[in-house]
Structures are given as structure tokens and as C-alpha cells.
């Protein structure tokens, strides 16, 4: 522990030795971050894995929809939880942080989504996403129903179970691996004057 | 249930409304296996989705690697079945059975895999597998090494946990979106003569 | 696994060495269904048991009642999944299409009673055999409304949880000895023209 | 509660009215014991399922083995409370008292059988019954070997398996019933001058 | 077994080394009770911890409020059952059956309060007092208005939550400490004739 | 939530109305750490309940011993995630980075102990803490030989216990009250500069 912790149990290649969309794709993260987030580097070990994942994040996490940027972020952050995902957990915490400028809101979610500061129609959302992540087998037309209730598409249901699987993916993956996040995660978004 | 039943809660587009990359594979698909698995048609209600979750599963399963196409099956057989994930039991145990042509082979892995007729190289894949679908905080060093004893290397091991994370996601897709399963799916490979 | 595989991992009688009584029911079964049924061979290693065993049986499956003899079969295939008895989800998978002549049924029921082509009555009959199966302690007057209100009777009840609670038995025996189901069973009514 | 509490959600018939065989072997215990316990009346409403109930019951708890009658009634004790089986605790705690004439281990059994005043063997027979209990689809070579460790042969594992798997039976079918047991249970064996 | 069974794996002070104070509190306990229970010896390995414990458990039991006397031993008695605790479930099974004066009741909750001799206020109270022991993170609003809905006011509530969590407490240090319940328990209560 | 969101759904009383004893012990936390943690004004809702709970606390984390404060923090932190509690993830969490002055650890721990940088000593520690906090009544020698390999003593292991246990009474209190963490805890510890 003195030195620098590995970041993954399997090796990592160098920014050097990636193909060139991918070189190309982290750069332009750190250059917008200041960092490169471990995900890019230690999923990279298998680059056409790594080019599926990006896909499939983007097409969540990109698109139009229903749900805000930080609502879907809530969402990442509550399942990882329940995961027992350490790099989800603090990746996205930050990046809640940020979306939603409440430096509080990532922790209350992570610990326990009841008492955390979101509105019904998010307590209804994480209710879901929670079911989704532990029980999916259990789905059926009344999870629907109660999320129409509060005001949800069909489509914005699928956003949040979409995200909720695209993650459990995540947080196997990482937790298999021994994903570490980055030390630059832990404290963004806490304090006001920081900078995403 | 009289008609014809549904085969995914959400709208499924014609074939001739997907984009053409899409439309493309699936008439591959269907010339090679004789029919359109649902799982591309519900899944093409989002592009995007679909391509992505296209690219992941072919860079897990087409590539080559340490385990064989029906080992990588099951694996895929008895997590969807712990997840209560009805499409990928019954599609992919089909593709099991064929790939292992071992009619019976499927049942017992989806049912109990301690009960299969498998190795214990085979059985020991199946236990990590089972960890990372239910338990994969959990997962440490000890359970590399129970593997490793079985002479999986890290790169095997590896493609165990992603098949089954990358299920994890298909399992709660599913489950969440109603996914049928071809009715043609439960007979295939059942029957000494037929054809895959 | 390459020559004959061991149905049970304890001594199996040969028939000529059964009691008059159970050697009787045994052959009236195989002349019936052109093989014996693996239960009868493993369970006749204790004779006083599979009398009382098969006395039990013929109590809950053989009497009139409001429950269809195809109900009573997804009753058994439903639990018996979810307490990963192999023998129990071949063998009365195979009872379950021929009687009901719906051959996807039984996986569908074994995999995820809720996507299953059942009526609403029969989902709530599973949900109820669900509970006596994990949860029978929590059971109380409000299950018992939850049935009325599908027409159930008082008697009809008593035999969903009567059948659940007979095969919560059997499952745990067969998991125990490792009883194999026999191969024939894996594809009984699953070819239209397949005859029982 | 005031009055008598009803021993059954179910109809109770009356002695004069059941069949004779029943009638008199009810009629034998009551002599013996000096009341009738109540399992035979509630589930006299099915006079067959009692029959192959008691017939079963009979096979696995009357007959010679490696197992003393102690150590049977142990089993149903601990298991029985895993189950949250109010009838079975009661009454077969009070035999368990008796048998052993220690007016202690009943309780100690059924909250927790890690802390009781059992020797190493009953503590690793009522972990495999346990085991048998809650996760027999779990059960493989290594718990066999855990037992024969013991000295328990595969007849005495056979009895522990079975004995569970049956009251895995009769738990359900009280908690579904509401089975009361009779008020005498409760202090049987507990006073030394106490007389079964 | 066969001598005096330890009543801790921790040692266990002399009442003559015990500091004033709680050896006053024991004799105090002993000269009412007949005895000096266990918990007192056992946790007076640590006076401090055992000062703070007995403050505590003062400031919840001995309190005035809505709930009766027998009615938190109840709570205690399920809770303390759900954990798998025998010290608790029974010296406060004990103190129940004085307390309400019903030699069944203490058993027939701790092996399952659905079915025990209580009001439907009792029920609910029970209801709520293991979801705090078992699930408390999911508690909310919705869990208040089931009791007041049965005239339990908030501080009702408290008193119901803070008595399981503080044997919350309790059971786990019993549990940890294998701490054994005085052979005089067991019988307490059970007698009409004998006095507590 | 716009304005002061409420810090308990019980009464919080004001410092002046407060038992002398209880108003100076508070205000020398005030002046130590430069706020009032909530916990203090929330149980003092019940002015015994909380001189106990202090004492119990001042007990167990005041004292001298083999584990350093920030590894009793560690504790608390671990099992305070596994109960879903909140306040204590959230203000243990910010004094065990002042303890340790390692503003990564608690995240670390509190999503996954098994990913985070610790010792194994101290990994072998928080493995035990979790089994008190979630399966007390399967602790046994074993237990107690695995955690004296890494050198803890009996007093050690009794220290480990009995903070887990403390703990999951306060999470229990603070789940049901709805205990919120001052907003200050949640940045303590994380920048160097930060006093604590």
C-alpha cells in the first residue's frame, strides 16, 4: 500500500500501446477531466470490450430522455452501492456531485436512498432501480404502473432499468477485477470553488 | 395468450424500419439459424442500445480464448436462470445443446449445475460464475486461485467473470422489458437429427 | 460420465430384489410409460419410505379437486426450480406438457412463473405455492383472501400448499441422493407428434 | 383468544367420525399419552394425506439405526424453528425432553443449535440438517465426508436428510393450517417428577 | 457437558471482585430473584460496559409508557429469536410468562409471533419490532401509520425500535460471548403454582 | 427540502431545556469540534436513553487497548453500511480519515472493506465485525483461532464485538428516527489542510 496501488489485478497497458480511437478517446477525457479515469486504463486490457462498454454508456448516458444527467447518476450510484462496487460508487459520486451541485447528495444516496434529499418521483426511480439490480425477476406491470404514477414514460422506465443493468455489468466487471478508483474522485464536487 | 403473444412489453419496429447495419446482421441471423432471435427485435427499439450490446456480446463470445463455445454457454445458462431471466435460460441452452450436442446438458445446468454432467474443471468455472452473478463484492485472490488450480489462467478467468456480468445486463433487460423467447428455441437440439 | 451415470449416489435395488407390493406398481408404471421412473428405483433403496412416499403422492394427485392435474404439475415444476431439484423440474416438466399439450409451458414455468403463458389465476396459485415453498411462516388470512378473490376455495388452497410442502420433501430427497431424472423425460411433449 | 383457540383454520372432524383405522390408532396415542396431540386431528380433514402422513412418519422415526430417538427428535427441533414451525417445536420439543431427560436442550436446540449442550457429532448432524433445511440443493460430496468424519454412515446420513426433508413437510403444511399445539406440550419434560 | 457448563468463553468475575456498585445492583437481583442471572456475571468481565448496558436497558424497560411491561418482553422475545440469541429468548421468555401470566406465550413468539396468542396491536407492534431488527434502513413513513393506525403514538414507536435495537445489541454480545442462560429460566413461569 | 431539513422525525430539543449534565457534555463537543453532531440533539429526546448511550460509547471507544481508534473507526464504518445507517457511515466515516489521516479510507470501507487499503490484520477484523453485525449466531472457536492467527487477543476480539454490536443499536435508532448527519461531516478529512 505504500507505494502506488495497483489500479487493477490484471495488467494495464500504456496510453502508448492502445489503438488509436481509444488513445484518442481517453485523451480527450483527460484533457476535460485532468485525469484519466481508471475505468478507460484497466478495461483497455481488452480493447474491443472497452469499445463496447464506451458504446453502451454513451448510448445511456449521452442520449435525450426524461431523466436528468443527475438523475441518471443517482441511479449509478444507488445500485453500485448495493453492488458493493467501490469504483462506481466514488466515479459516479463525483460526478453526481458535479451534475447536481449538492455535495451531499452522492453519500445519502450511496448509504441508504430513503434518506437521502430527492424528490418522491426520485425516491420512486431508485425504488425501481433497486429491484431492477436485485430482484429483476420479480418485474412486473405494477413496477410500471407505479412509475407512470409519478409521471414517468414508458421509455424513461426503460432509461432507469437500462442503466441499472449497464451498471450491474460495470460492477462485476470492477469488483472482479479489483477496479480502484481514482484518488481525484474521492474529494470532486465536495467543496464549492472546486472545478469539475 | 389465444393470438399471438407479445414479445416484449415495449413497441418492437419492422424489420424494415431498423438502420441498415442492423437489418443487415439480422437477415444474416435469420438466414443462418432460420428465424430472427427476439432478442434482436425488442432490443432494436433502441438502436444504439442494440449495436453496442451487439459488440460486447461478439467480443465475448467470438473471440477465442481458453474456454470453448459450450463451456462459455453454460456459463451463460446457469447465471440467467439464478437471475430468473427466461429469454437467456431457454435461447442459450439451446445453443448449448448444440454446440455441446449433449441434449440434456442444458436443463441440468440451468436447474443445478452441481447436479450436471460436467467436469469439475467445468463445475469450478460454474461456482466462480455463480459468486460473480450473486456475490461479487465478494469475490478475492482465494477465488483466483481455486480457479487457477483448475488451470484456468487469468485471461480464462476473465472471461468467465465478463460472460457473466455482460448476462447480468441481458438477464435484467429481459426481465424488465417482458423478452419472449422463440418458441423455436425450446426444441432445438433436443433431438438427435435435428439441425442447428 | 461416459458409460452409465449413477441415478442416485446410494445402492439401487434391481427390481426382482423389491418387495411384491412395489415391484407390482413399478412394472404397472413402465408398462404405462415405457421406462421406469428413476424415483421409484432410487427411493425403493428404503421400501417403509417409498410406500409412504408414493401413498403421499397418490393422496395430492390423484384425487378429484378444483385444481386441473396440469396445475398440480406447474405447481411442482415452479417450486421444485426454486429449490434446484433436477429431478423434480425434468421429470414434472415432462407430466406438465403432456397434460396441459402446451409444450414451452413447463420451461417457462421452471424459469419464471411470472413470464409464463398462465392465466391471472394461476399466477396467484404460483405466488401462493412461491410463498409455503420460502416462506411458509409468513403466511396468513391475507394469502388466503388473495386466493378467494381468484375463486379458489378453502380446499383448493389446502392443496396448492399440500403439494408444494409433498415436493419440499421430495426436492430435498433428491437433491440429497443426487437422483438422476431419466433421459427420456428431457424431451417428452415437446414434439407435437411425441406421444407420453 | 378468550375461549378455545381454534387448532386449525381448517374444519376438525370429530373422532366419532373418522375412519376406523384412523380412529383407533388416534385413540392408541391418547391412551399412551394421555391427549390427543393435535396434528392427528387437523390433519384427519384428509384422512389419505394422514394415512400416507403418519405411515411416513412412522418409516423414518420408528425404525432401527445409527441415529438414537434423541437425536431424531434434535433434528426436527432445530429445523422446525429455521422454519418458523410453531406446532412441531412445541410438541417435538416436549419428546425431545423426554427422550433425552434433559429439560433444556429443546430450547437451546431450537434458538440456536451452535450453542447447545450437544456433543461435536449431533453439532455436525444438525449443521447438515440444517444445510438440508435451507439449501439442500447446495449438498455434495464434501458434506458426506464432513459426516463420515463423525462416524455417521451413509444409512445415519440418509436419516438425518430424510427426517428434515419430511418435517420440511409437516412445517409447511402447520404454518399454512395454523396447526396449535396442544397446551400440554409446552411443559412436558421440563418438571423431573413429570411423567411423558 | 458433563460438570458445570461455562456460562461465557470470557472469565467471569467473583461477585467479591466486582466493584460496589454492581455487586450491590447483583445482590439486589439475587435476593429478589432466587439467583443472580448470567448476564450480570458475564458482562461484569468489563464494569464499565456492563454500568452503560444496565443504565440502558433501565431507561427502556423500566420507564413508564404505552407499552405494558409484558408487552416489551415480547418484543424482546421475537426479536431476540430472529438472531438467534438463547440467552435473551430465555430468561425473557421467563420474565414474559410472569409478566402476562400465559406459560405458552413466551414460546409460541419466539418460534413465530404470526401465530401466537396476541391482539392484532400486538401483532402490528411485532410486525414492526423485526423489521427494525432484520431491514431497519427500510423503514419509513409508511411503517409509522401502520401503527398509528393501531393507537400506538410516536413515543410508543421510539420505545418499540429502541427496545430491538438495544437487544440488537444484547443478542450479539450473548452470541459472541456464548453467554448460557441459567438453568433456572427454563422452567420459570411455566407452572401456575410457581412463583417468579 | 429547500429550507433546514429536519434532523429527526421525533422532537429535537432545544440545548437550554437540556439536564445540566447532558447541555455541558455537549457543549464541550461544540467547543472541540466547532459544531454539535445531531446524534446529541436527537437523542436527547430521551435524556436516560442518551447518558447511556454515552456511556456505553465513552466505554468501548475511550478505553485503552489493542485496537488503535482508527481501526475502531474502521468498524463502525463497515457494519454502520451493511445496516444502511446513514449518520454513522457519514460521521464515523469523517473521523476515521482524522484518525488516519487518510482521506480515502472511509469511502473505501464503507462501499467494500475487501477493496480497501487496509492491513489483512485489519481485513480479518472487519471480516468479523461484519459476521457480528449480520450472523452473530454463527460465530464460534473458529472465529475466535482465525482472528487470533493475525495476533488479536480474546479482549481484542471482545472489543471488535462489542463496537459492532453498540452500533447496530445506534444504526437501528438513528434508521428509525431518521437520524440526519450534520452537513459539516461530510467533508472532514478530505483536504490536507482541513482541521478537524
Redo the contacts between chains.
Sequence with gaps: ?STT?AIS??PVPALADLPEDLRERILAVQEKTGFVPNVFLTLA??P??L???L??H???LL?EGGLSKGEREMIIVAT??A????YC??SHGAILRIYEKK??LA??I???H????V?PRQRAMLDFAMK??LR??????SD?AALHAHGFT?ED??DI??I???F??????A????M?PN?EF??MG??PRAKA
Tied chains: 1, 2, 3, 4, 5, 6.
Design positions: 500500500m496501488p489485478r490484471y486490457h481488452r474491443d470490450e469499445r463496447a462498454f458504446a453502451y454513451d448510448a445511456l442520449k453500485s452501492n453492488n458493493g462496487c467501490l460508487v466514488v455535495p451531499l453519500d445519502q450511496a448509504v441508504n430513503r434518506k437521502a434529499d424528490t431492477v439490480c429483476s425477476q420479480e418485474i412486473d406491470e410500471y414508458d422506465i426503460w432499468g437500462a441499472t443493468a449497464f450491474g455489468l460495470s460492477n462485476r466487471m469488483n472482479m477485477i479489483g480502484r484518488d474521492f474529494l465536495r467543496v
